[in-house]
Every structure is written in C-alpha cells, then in structure tokens.
C-alpha cells in the first residue's frame, strides 16, 4: 500500500511532455528504455488539461486529433509501473480551445475592455482565468477523472496560475470587490493605486486555495496522492507556510536552465533558495534538454551535453533532485541522452551517502524574496545577490541562505556569519533578531541600502540597524556615479591584499554616512573628480566620506554604503570580489571549517553528520562560464580540500566517491587536509573522523 510520503523516494525524476500528433508514433520502448538507462525512479508524463493524451469524458476536454483507439498515457503509466516508479500526471490549465471558449467564454481571461486575450503564440486559441469555474471546477474534474481511472501518485500542473498579468473577467472583478471592496487595479506595479498591494495579497491568496481544492479532490480518490503545482513565476517564497505544510510534500521549480550571462551556479541556488524559507521540503530542479535563452524559445531542441550535465550536477550538489524534460516525444537529435543518463546514474550512485546528510554551512546569504524589495534595480532581478553569489563561489566559502521571513534566532543560530547584499525592506522585528545574532557574537556583512526601509516599504530616516553598522545616513542615495574609487585607509584584514594599491575602484550608486566612535574605516570615498577630458582626470580632494565600516561589538561588522554587489555582477572586477571575500572572512574568524583551496571556479557543498562530512566540489571551470552554453568542463588543476577537526576528533579517514578511491589525508593545524587531482566535472570527498 502506497503511503503520502512518497515524495521523499521520488528523487530522479524523467518528464516526458507531449505534442498532439505524438499519440500516432509514440515509441514507449524508447521511453522506457530511457527511465531503465537513467535509473529514474518517477515520471512525469502529459495527460491532461489543455489537450488529453486518454479518452477522456470530460465534456470540453480537447482530446489530441491523433488519439482514435488509442491510450498513450496509459501505455506509458503501465510502462513506469512496470519499473517500480513514482507517476505523476501532467495538465496544463492555461488555454483551451476555441470551441471550448465559445461555449463556456466565462473561463476566458479578459482585458481591461472585457475582451478575451487570445494566447500570444498559437491562434485559435484563448488563455483561461484562474479565478473561474474553468480551474475551480473543470480542472478538478480532469483531475479526478485521471487519478480515478490510471495508477498515479499525484498531478502536476504546469501554467497553473492561468493569464499571469490582471484578466477582468466577470468572476476575477467580483470576487476581488468582495473580497478587498476596490475594483481591480488598472495597471500592473502601480503602487500609489491601493488595489494593486491589495491584488497581490488577494491572488495569492486565491491562488493558493485553489490548489489546496484541487490537492482535496485528489486525495479524496486516492488518499496517498497529491496535486504538485509547478513553481515558476510562483515561488516557493511568496506561499503561506501554513498552506505548505498541508498541501506540498515537496516543489518542483521550473527553472530549465541559464540564459545569457546567468552563472553556472544558478542550478545550486534552486536548492539553497528553497532550503531558505522551507528547510524540510524537497525540491526538484526542472532541466530541459534544450538550450534556454530569455528572448527565444527553441523548445524542441537539444542543449550542448555538457551544458545539460552541468546543470544537473551541480543542482543536486547543492541538494535539488535531478528531473529532466523533453518536450515532445519525437526524439530528432539524441545527443541529449548520454548527457541525462550519466548525470542521472551518478546521482544513484551518490544518493545513498549524500542524501541523509544535510547541507550545512557557516556563513547564511539573506535572501530578501519580499515583493518590491529591489528599489534600485529591475523589477526582477537581484544583481547585489548575484555579485555576492560569484564573490562567495570564487572565494570558495561555502554559503546557504535564509530568507527574510525566517529570520528568528532559532535559523540564525546555525550561522556564523549573516550576509545582507542588499536587503533593504527589514522590519523592526528583523531588525532585532539581526541585532541580537550580533550581540552573541555573530558576524554580519552589509551593504547598500540595507535595511533603509520598513517591511512594508516605507522609507526610514536612517537604517533600522544603524546601531549595529556603526554608520549613520547622512546624505540619500545618489547615482549612477562615474569614475568612482574608493582609497584604502589604515591596515586593516579587510583592505589587504590589494597588492600595494591605494585606491580601489567604486561604486555607481552611493549613500553618505558617518561612522560612530569605536568603528574603523578601512576604506574612504575619493571626492569626484571628471572622467573627460582625459587631461583633467586627476583626482582634487583627499579621501573623506567612509566607504567601509567595520565594527566589533561583540560580532564583527563589516558595512559598504554603496552597490558592491551590483557592481561586481555588472563589471566581474577581481578587487570586489576579493574585498566581498576578505569582509566575510574577518567577520568568520578566518578560513571556513570547510573549505577548497586552488585555481578555478568551483561550487562547494558541505554536509555533515556525527561521522564526519563529505564535500562536493563541482567543477564550474570552463570556456564560457559566465556566457553560456558550457561546450567543454576543464580539468581542475591540484586542489587542496581543508577541514577543521572537532575536538574529539585526531583525524580522518578519506574515500573519494566518483573515483571510487580512498584517498591520503594530512592533519596540519587542527586540520584535515585532502589532495585532489585531475578533478571533471564533480568530485565528493567523503572525511570519516577517527575518534581521541
């Protein structure tokens, strides 16, 4: 008998979405056979929703043009079983079909004039609202008719959410009138309208009943089943916790792959992000075979190998369960093949060790996830968190995150050291629980407008951890600045290193502060001066205003009032990184308890148990690390893996566990050190402490 949680066994996950003409020539044994090469243990195929890949009875469920006699979903759902997998139904509430529209033009989502909104990509078709019967009651009967009629562990649905921008549709402009008494908001991020915080609170609200709806009628037919909703533009982070609990045993985040200049080490932070807000679910990494690009869409396609294995990899280093999918079943080019098949057979091969060990770490990233936090950047990106990620990743200093809506000191006590690259909305209550993690001896670095506003967004005369900063706001931001530097100031841990250079380079977006006494300003603002013409560059006034500020008092303090993380992702200038890097050291203490030494660009991951850890270093070290798509991983050169032994340990035995090799260790000041060579793409090394 099946029991609910089986998400936690569902770890490696094959995904086969359908086109409507491959009912006529599906090879189920290809599939099958892929499932068998990968050692997947779930699946995920089409069934539902937008077209039917079974014979459905649902009345104005489109069934695929191509189906006649036919039964592919259940051919393939009888063929997973067969190898004691996991299945998991897919439906697409997103669009129907024009009949369906003209009959029912209720589900339709509306513009501001009441039109319907024809899908932007395929016509003839029209995008549903999610606030109508369509998704209450249309979809809970296709779902109920799948987990009725075929052996399935839960559904999942993909563009759940309907239209993503406001449809006013009849249902969507009642229902949010009684709710809230405003009309609908006329436009979307228009915060001086009062509707449009009151929309965002309301649709995530609505939201998320809808799918504790649609989780209830499943469970009704089959109690160990789940609806899973993919977590897209919806992430994890804006759910309410309580909902969560209820109703998701796990996530599943379609995030496919990097597109442009995304760093490689974005498939990690899936995982971190997650682990942030809600350490206790699993997550799934989506990777689609085919390359992912922001602009263009080439969807039946296929990636470069490598960059297809790399994504995986490094996703479930930092503990994100391999899912892969292709999108129709007409297999064109099969170079993606080997590429999922080893990535997949090395997750089995490591599972058994890795997975009962949770990620740990010293140092904690916030994660500021709340709506409107970036007041100074796009509406949607998070470059101060990204420059901090590359800084951390390069300086080798394993990191986790904690979201903003978790700070308590309970998460805050598992960390040595809280980094805010640019956390500028923090409550009163955040505030205080960062102050008291800095009152018992904890490490903070933060920079930028960090803490400047209220958590509703209300801006405050001065930080709400001015205290802690040991810096006051004198003058409000001001920017883009060109030609900025900042001049090093006395010795101090955090300006060393910089190879003799008085002055580093800038900011481009800068706040006035004044340090408190006890503080000491290792770095101070050079006064502008002109970057044309060439002849008048030079620089007038000597170093004033403070650019760093570090403080102990009893934690170590570290505060940049300017966009050093900003700056670093847009310019990759190797002083910032280093001076990121040197900050976060000092406020630690020193090196990380675990830590890899050598050239390249690695991803680490530290897990750890009462016998001892195990470091994962992915190897990121490639031609076009920072311009994707990877097309070759190098060799890493000699690294050097540096752990601190525990007190009531004298050394440690090693295994390597994709080399299938045990491995010499050195103990050296109270640490044990382990030689690595001729490291590909990933290597985990296993440290067994030998007790006193």
């Known amino acids: 008998m099946r029991t609910s949680d089986w998400p936690r066994t569902a770890t490696r996950w094959t995904q086969l979405t359908l086109a409507e003409d491959d009912p006529a020539h599906l090879d189920v044994d290809f599939w099958t056979s892929v499932m068998r090469e990968s050692r997947s ?91 109508t019967d369509y998704h209450r009651e ?48 006329a436009r979307e991020n228009d915060e001086s309208d009062p509707a449009w915080p009151a929309y965002v609170a309301w649709r995530r609200r609505r939201l998320g009943e809808l799918v504790a709806v649609w989780d209830a009628a499943v469970k009704d037919l089959r109690p160990h089943a789940r609806f899973i909703p993919n977590l897209g533009a919806f992430a994890a982070r804006d759910l309410d916790p309580e909902l969560v609990r209820r109703v998701y045993p796990m996530f599943v985040v379609d995030k496919q792959g990097r597109s442009g200049i995304e760093a490689p080490w974005a498939a990690g932070r899936v995982a971190k992000r997650s682990r942030g807000l809600f350490p206790d679910r699993p997550i799934g990494l989506i990777t689609s075979v085919g390359p992912e690009h922001h602009q263009h869409r080439w969807k039946d396609s296929v990636a470069p190998p490598e960059e297809t294995r790399t994504w995986i990899v490094d996703g479930f280093a930092q503990g994100a369960f391999p ?31 890795l997975s009962p060990m949770p990620v740990t770490a010293e140092v904690a990233l916030l994660d500021p996830s709340r709506a409107g936090q970036v007041r100074s950047g796009a509406a949607h990106t998070f470059p101060d968190e990204d420059g901090f990620y590359q800084a951390l990743v390069e300086a080798r200093i394993p990191f986790e995150f904690v979201a903003d809506q978790a700070l308590s000191a309970e998460r805050l006590g598992a960390y040595k050291v809280l980094v805010l690259a640019n956390a500028e909305q923090l409550g009163d209550a955040q505030c205080q629980a960062i102050r008291e993690f800095v009152a018992a001896g904890g490490g903070l670095v933060a920079a930028h407008q960090s803490s400047l506003y209220d958590e509703h967004g209300a801006p405050r005369a001065n930080f709400g951890l001015a205290d802690v900063f040991g810096a006051d706001l004198v003058r409000p931001l001001r920017g883009p600045v060109k030609n900025n530097y900042i001049a090093l100031t006395g010795e101090h841990p955090v300006n060393a290193g910089f190879g003799g250079a008085n002055r580093l380079i800038g900011g481009t977006r800068l706040l006035g502060v004044r340090d408190r006494e006890g503080t000491r300003v290792p770095f101070r603002f050079v006064p502008d001066f002109p970057d044309l013409p060439m002849e008048e560059l030079y620089a007038r006034e000597a170093p004033d205003a403070p650019a760093v500020v570090t403080r102990e008092s009893p934690g170590r303090v570290v505060y940049f009032p300017f966009d050093i993380g900003a700056i670093f992702w847009e310019a990759l200038q190797a002083d910032h990184g280093r001076l990121i890097a040197n900050a976060v050291r000092w406020a630690l203490g020193g090196e990380p308890e675990a830590t890899v030494r050598g050239p390249g660009l690695a991803d680490l991951a530290v897990r750890r148990d009462d016998d001892g850890v195990a470091v994962t270093v992915v190897n990121l070290t490639n031609p076009m690390a920072m311009r994707g798509a990877i097309r070759e991983t190098l060799p890493l050169p000699p690294q050097t893996v540096s752990v601190a032994l525990p007190p009531h340990a004298r050394g440690a035995t090693a295994r390597l566990l994709v080399a299938d090799a045990e491995a010499a260790t050195t103990v050296r000041d109270g640490r044990v050190e382990v030689e690595l060579s001729g490291v590909g793409l990933i290597e985990v090394v296993r440290l067994l402490w030998e007790r006193r």
């Open 41 to 131: 243990n779930a699946v995920c195929i089409s069934a539902g929703g937008y077209i039917a890949y079974y014979p459905t009875r649902v009345p104005h469920h489109h069934r695929s043009v191509h189906l006649g006699d036919t039964d592919p979903f259940g051919a393939l759902v009888e063929a997973a079983r067969g190898l004691g997998m996991h299945v998991m139904a897919r439906v697409d509430p997103h669009a129907v079909h024009d009949d369906a529209a003209r009959a029912h033009p209720e589900w339709l989502a509306r513009d501001a004039q009441g039109a319907p909104i024809p899908h932007w990509s395929y016509p003839g078709i029209w995008l549903t609202c999610a606030f």
């Open 138 to 185: 249309f979809i809970t009967e296709v779902a109920r008719e799948i987990v009725r009629e075929y052996d399935v562990d839960a559904i999942f649905a993909n563009r759940w959410e309907g239209h993503y921008g406001i449809s006013y549709s009849e249902a969507a402009r009642r229902s949010f009138h009684d709710d809230t008494g405003y009309e609908l908001p």
């Open 323 to 353: 899912w892969f999918t292709k999108f129709n079943a007409t297999v064109s080019d099969p170079r993606w093949v080997p590429a999922v098949v080893e990535a997949f057979r090395l997750h089995a091969r490591l599972e058994p060790v």
